[in-house]
């Protein structure tokens, strides 16, 4: 299984990109539309010319056709061959590669089962939901037993829930199939759940390249930070582990109280968007509230960052200009302050 | 609500005139229609013969103008190269220039060195069947090529793209992806350039003359019928034409409604 590594490659907007993708690896190229991530794929693909050099495991590709390179690509749009049955999408390559009809036949039944597609083995593209069009495809992407995949936002066409269970189940085949895998995303969340590293990836160049803890804990350049959408990090001084599965920690004098999953915490990321503030107080339980006093103001296009001081700590909040308006807030006023439980991440040690 | 409906009936009212303009030149033929001599013009063996060399010459024409245009159909569909713009505007060649002038420019050429050569040392194409071939083969040949890559423009590029990476090369991603899903268009293309070059007239005529039992084809039949004030004949001759013309579009319409893949 290969290790992949892009010198100094240049196309379009990218301008002397370096990467390395280690054997078996699954790495995530995130960023905004128009980065460059899909032409990164295309250029590890062989699909366009490209400035620069790619190796696979030391070998150089460069003058090595797409059809010769052994490399699955699942396309943004999928485009399943609409003239072939979903059974026959799936062994299309391996037919091509001249493979014989008994290890077709296995390799086919072995992947309709591992995607849960197997009643759907004689139908034809056209009936088939969105969901079910995506197995199809990321089973004919690898079954001619592909050494490299490409995967271009394999889950953004699908509904949340549905994109929820693919992602689970893309990760759990694709480090069954100890494949190295490059797949890109323009939602970090998606693909924190299952890549290895993350790169970001803004305007054509490489903002940093890290695993995705690192990346929410350590963003390396301002760019990153922004994508990550500024999280505010909080060191955690003191974990208590509380009765109904719930961990207490102080960050400096803000106690959160958090699910408890078996380790200690050291930091906290908390998105801006996460925190909501409030000039009444909000009804409900106590906690994960707060009360603070604002800072700084700083009113943007279509929503206002408020800096507001909690226990030592200064957060950053964020709120769309439309609820800053019908609230009364001013620097140096009292705001009432919730986190958002469910999007916090943990550096957990 | 009203304005709609008005204008509704106007635009059908502008396509049944084309229809009854038609329908109307089609019913005038009868009137001139005798079933006897039908019969005796149909079974006549100059009308056989010619039934026959239009149903044999239009048929090896369209044989040969889509294998041309397929290739070529493909690199005009999918590839930048120089000159493209060119080529894709000189296939209009047929439908912009009459086809007399097309027979013209022809013969003009066989009476160049380079067409004289051809004409010595190779095929005999002035009044020859060969002729006839060659003229169907040049007015149809730019416009199946057009067909058929807009059947090819309609599916997408991505699909190769898909088969080269599964391992295809080129050829094969062309002759099992793209070449099964444009077979619909490829196929009514086809129909369409055997209906044109069965009623090719003009630069059949200027190439391949019109004699009576060996380049008469049934447009020059009719041609012929007409010139020697033979009415009932034409109109039997016409009606033939129409008969298999018709038909052939009517088989054209159904292939082209069903649903397609892409």
Request: proline share 5%; with cysteine; aromatic share 10%.
């Amino acid at each position: 299984m290969p290790r992949i590594e892009l010198n100094n490659i240049s196309k379009y907007a990218l301008s002397n990109i370096d990467l390395i993708v280690e054997d078996k690896e699954i790495l995530a190229l995130v960023g905004p539309n128009g980065a460059g991530k899909s032409t990164v794929l295309n250029i590890i693909a062989g699909l366009v010319s490209y400035k620069g050099e790619v190796y696979f495991d030391g070998k150089n590709m460069d003058r090595v056709p797409p059809h010769k390179r052994g490399i699955g690509y699942l396309f943004q749009d999928l485009a399943l061959f609409p003239h072939l049955t979903v059974a026959a999408n799936i062994a299309y390559g391996l037919k091509i590669q001249g493979y014989g009809q008994t290890v077709i036949e296995k390799r086919v039944n072995e992947l309709v089962d591992a995607l849960h597609i197997g009643k759907l083995r004689d139908r034809f593209p056209n009936n088939l939901s969105g969901g079910e069009k995506q197995r199809v495809a990321i089973a004919r992407a690898v079954a001619p037993f592909q050494k490299i995949l490409l995967l271009d936002e394999p889950t953004s066409s699908l509904d949340a829930q549905t994109s929820k269970y693919l992602r689970a189940e893309l990760s759990t085949l694709l480090r069954k199939l100890e494949i190295t895998a490059v797949f890109v995303m323009h939602d970090l969340l998606g693909a924190e759940e299952i890549a290895d590293r993350i790169a970001i990836i803004h305007k054509g160049r490489i903002e940093q390249v890290a695993s995705p803890t690192d990346i929410f804990f350590q963003p390396k350049t301002a760019i990153v930070n922004e994508f990550i959408g500024m999280p505010n990090i909080l060191n955690c001084d003191v974990c208590r582990i509380l009765s109904s599965g719930l961990i207490e920690v102080m960050c400096g004098e803000m106690r959160i109280v958090l699910p408890y999953e078996g380790t200690t915490i050291k930091k906290i990321a908390i998105p801006p968007h996460d925190i909501y503030i409030s000039d009444a107080k909000p009804p409900g339980p106590e906690l994960n509230r707060y009360t603070g006093i604002i800072t700084e103001i700083i009113p943007l296009r279509s929503i206002v960052r408020v800096k507001v001081l909690i226990g030592g700590n200064t957060l950053l909040a964020e709120l769309p200009m439309e609820t800053f308006v019908e609230m009364n807030l001013e620097k140096g006023g009292e705001v009432f302050a919730i986190v958002k439980l469910r999007r916090l991440r943990y550096f957990e040690t | 609500m009203d304005n709609k409906v008005t204008f509704k009936r106007l635009t059908i009212t502008f396509s049944v005139f084309i229809f009854f303009l038609y329908v109307g030149l089609i019913f005038s033929l009868f009137y001139f229609f005798k079933g006897p001599l039908f019969l005796d013009t149909l079974l006549s063996g100059r009308t056989l013969f010619s039934l026959r060399l239009s149903l044999f010459t239009a048929s090896i024409t369209t044989v040969i103008s889509v294998f041309f245009a397929i290739p070529s159909a493909y690199a005009l569909s999918r590839f930048n190269f120089f000159g493209r713009q060119i080529i894709d505007t000189v296939l209009e060649l047929p439908m912009i220039v009459s086809p007399v002038a097309l027979g013209a420019m022809i013969l003009i050429f066989f009476n160049t060195p380079a067409g004289g050569f051809v004409q010595d040392h190779g095929v005999q194409f002035v009044f020859t069947v060969y002729g006839i071939l060659l003229a169907q083969f040049i007015t149809t040949v730019g416009i199946a090529t057009r067909l058929i890559k807009a059947a090819m423009d309609e599916i997408p590029a991505r699909y190769e793209e898909v088969a080269r990476t599964l391992g295809a090369s080129p050829l094969k991603a062309f002759l099992t992806i793209t070449l099964p899903l444009s077979k619909k268009g490829i196929i009514a293309s086809s129909i369409l350039t055997w209906a044109k070059a069965l009623g090719e007239f003009g630069a059949t005529i200027t190439i391949a003359g019109s004699m009576a039992m060996k380049t008469e084809t049934i447009p020059i039949a009719i041609f012929m019928r007409l010139a020697g004030a033979d009415i009932e004949g034409t109109a039997v001759l016409v009606l033939i034409l129409i008969g298999i013309g018709l038909s052939v579009l009517y088989g054209v319409r159904l292939l082209v409604d069903r649903k397609s893949y892409v």
